[in-house]
């Protein structure tokens, strides 16, 4: 996880210009005259989880399991959020950014009714362990169409990197009887090209509002689906280079599968708010 954040920060650092300067000081927030913001924070999510899986028998659709009612998984959650934007160019109307965030949930519960996963049966009454592991790096290369010390309005296109993976497991039952502990599980992952757009604003020196959007609709690879990813805040600057910021952070992707390993869908959302501490030079 820290290398990820590390790889992105660096290939961006090393990207510019060594000779780089500060921008003149500025009666707006200096976010939105300087070259590099780099936010890390807290992601405080309330998260949901649908998930099936068809196995070998794709004649018997598997169940639609909501892994935080069914099966225990925890539905709160805080992650990890970073985010780093690099403006370039003829007066730097060109923007790199790059976000990652990742979540581990896991949990336990005894069935109320019985779940299949996989080619598996989970009898109701069984006490099972479940878990779901999302890892997101996105990547976005914009340009501004309105750019001023008040104001950045563009849009652009990049790729969300989805790494997915989710288990089941428990003792089987038959007629009663157990014959042994099965760990059922479905993973995938996939770089998913998207559309986005972005707007800052600056009423005064200290303060900076802001919002974006990615979305896409599309048949990529072995995935079929929709994602949305939306993020809109307001942000402080405490000192020159250091402030803090809390902002409303949406993801949501609904995805039909369809690989040799795991044939299914999966429904995930992550929302809630992210206090961060922002750096900009």
């Not at 996989?118 to 479940?130: H, K, P, S």
């Not at 976005?140 to 010390?149: I, L, T």
């Not at 020159?240 to 795991?262: A, C, E, M, P």
């Not at 044939?263 to 900009?280: E, F, H, K, L, W």
Request: aromatic letters at 14%.
């Amino acid at each position: 996880m820290k290398k990820g954040i590390c790889l992105i920060i660096c290939a961006l650092m090393v990207a510019a210009p060594s000779g780089t300067a500060f921008a003149q000081e500025s009666d707006y927030h200096p976010a939105l005259s300087d070259n590099f913001a780099l936010s890390v924070g807290a992601f405080r999510s309330d998260s949901a989880f649908k998930i099936s899986a068809e196995g070998s028998n794709t004649d018997e659709e598997g169940n639609d399991i909501d892994f935080g009612d069914s099966v225990g998984v925890d539905h709160s959650n805080t992650l990890l959020n970073a985010q780093l934007r690099w403006k370039f160019g003829k007066k730097r109307k060109w923007s790199l950014w790059g976000q990652y965030f990742s979540n581990d949930a896991t949990g336990d519960a005894t069935l109320k009714k019985d779940v299949k996963f996989q080619d598996v049966i989970f009898r109701e009454g069984t006490f099972v362990e479940a878990g779901v592991k999302v890892t997101i790096y996105r990547l976005f290369v914009g340009r501004s169409f309105v750019k001023n010390e008040q104001h950045d309005f563009g849009a652009g296109a990049g790729v969300h990197n989805l790494d997915i993976s989710s288990f089941i497991g428990g003792e089987i039952k038959i007629d009663d009887e157990t014959t042994g502990y099965q760990r059922a599980e479905a993973s995938g992952n996939q770089p998913l090209p998207n559309i986005g757009a972005w707007y800052n604003f600056s009423p005064a020196k200290r303060w900076i509002v802001h919002g974006r959007v990615d979305w896409i609709s599309a048949n990529i690879g072995d995935y079929d689906g929709t994602m949305w990813n939306f993020n809109a805040g307001v942000g402080v600057q405490a000192w020159r280079h250091v402030g803090f910021d809390l902002s409303y952070q949406y993801f949501n992707i609904d995805l039909k599968v369809d690989k040799t390993t795991w044939q299914g869908t999966v429904d995930m959302r992550y929302s809630g708010p992210i206090v961060a501490m922002t750096v900009n030079w």
